[in-house]
């Protein structure tokens, strides 16, 4: 297949995106999430090509239409491998696949993915290229501003090493980049780590852009405020968001309208819950653990006079399972006006 056929092919251009998240953005999570924000683009957690090919398909893959647009993230660093992945979640009817080049975790370290790719971009060229040929999807990649590991004798965090990988990828094909805005160190910090202590450097991010216009680059790290994320899609195309996602999702209750330029009213916290309940206690009844379906409403009144008390109840809704859940989780609802005083 020709070069131009795989970079025309057209990617997702939204300019807001919640990022994947290990054990915590599955299908339950962004089913909830999508009450709040009909139009950001949504990620699944990074799963591992072998695990697409072997593992149990429709508990991983599987999701529902509501979900969409939705980017399947991989992670592997074999390319035949990871072709069969993308064919498998193009039938699935994932939107676009991403490629993970950004986990510095020890595990996705021992098999050369996720974050040690950014060593080797000829290589992570490749199997973009193998994946894009697989299927008539777009291939997307995300990866660090650079990596270090002093065990390795690696040092690539200088500009100029960043825009030689973002140029050899751009010319497998790859438009769209997903650029978090840290050094991963790849032996010195553990994953949490590597999330907090390399400083963030989004003018690096920014200089990709004035320097690769024609590519679509997305700045990641940090994201907490509408306003930081206004000034962000000043300088790039899109940010994508991560923890503020998870630690007060109703920051995305305004991004339809704010960055789609959507019309429709922004739902209340008490649409959400009416919506989730019945589909929480349906999950609960398939088997879904309970701490899991309620992990995505934790934190729907952060910041607000009662958050505590709703988390509260929800924890030890959770701690005691012999508890009737839904009686229990219909009367945290039902409580919900006189700890929050006003719930929307
Ligand atoms: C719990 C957790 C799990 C994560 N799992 C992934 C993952 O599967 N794939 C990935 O590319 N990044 C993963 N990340 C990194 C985020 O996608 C994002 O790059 C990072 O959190 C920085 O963005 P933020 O400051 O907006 O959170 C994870 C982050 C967290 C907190």
């Keep these: 297949m020709a070069y131009t056929e795989l970079s025309s092919r057209s990617f997702h251009a939204s300019p807001i995106s919640l990022a994947p998240m290990v054990d915590k953005t599955d299908r339950d999570w962004r ?8 139009c950001c683009l949504l990620y699944t957690e990074m799963i591992t090509a072998p695990a697409v090919l072997r593992g149990n398909r429709s508990r991983l893959l599987g999701f529902s239409e509501r979900e969409k647009p939705l980017a399947l993230q991989l992670g592997w660093d074999e390319g035949a491998l990871l072709a069969e992945a993308c064919r498998i979640a193009e039938d699935y009817g994932y939107d676009e696949i991403n490629l993970n080049c950004g986990c510095p975790s020890e595990r996705v370290q021992r098999h050369e993915f996720g974050a040690s790719l950014m ?10 290229e193998s994946m894009a040929k697989a299927v008539n999807l777009p291939v997307t990649v995300k990866h660090r501003i650079g990596i270090r590991s002093e065990k390795n004798h690696l040092s690539l965090e200088s500009y100029e090493q960043l825009s030689r990988f973002v140029q050899i990828i751009a010319d497998s094909g790859c438009r769209k980049f997903i650029v978090h805005a840290r050094i991963a160190d790849l032996d010195g910090l553990s994953p949490r780590e590597n999330r907090e202590i390399p400083p963030l450097q989004p003018g690096l991010v920014y200089r990709l852009k004035e320097d690769f216009p024609h590519l679509f680059i997305e700045i990641n790290g940090g994201y907490r405020t509408p306003e930081a994320v206004d000034e962000a899609l000043g300088r790039v195309d899109a940010v994508m968001i991560g923890r503020a996602a998870l630690d007060n999702p109703w920051m995305l209750a305004e991004a339809d309208r704010r960055w789609f330029k959507a019309v429709e009213p922004v739902p209340s916290r008490s649409d959400i819950l009416a919506a989730a309940l019945p ?19 934790m934190n729907l009144f952060a910041g ?3 958050a505590r008390k709703w988390r509260r109840t929800l ?11 839904t009686s ?3 009367n945290a609802i039902i409580h919900l006006d006189s700890w929050c005083h006003e719930r929307h």
């Design 31 to 38: 089913w909830i999430m999508r009450h709040i924000t009909r």
């Design 328 to 330: 229990g989780l219909e």
């Design 304 to 306: 607000r006079p009662g």
């Design 279 to 297: 589909y929480i206690i349906r999950r609960a009844e398939e088997g879904v653990p309970q701490g899991k379906l309620l992990a995505p409403i």
């Design 315 to 325: 924890t030890e809704l959770i701690a005691s399972p012999s508890e009737d859940f």
């Design 119 to 128: 060593a080797n971009p000829s290589k992570t060229a490749k199997l973009l």
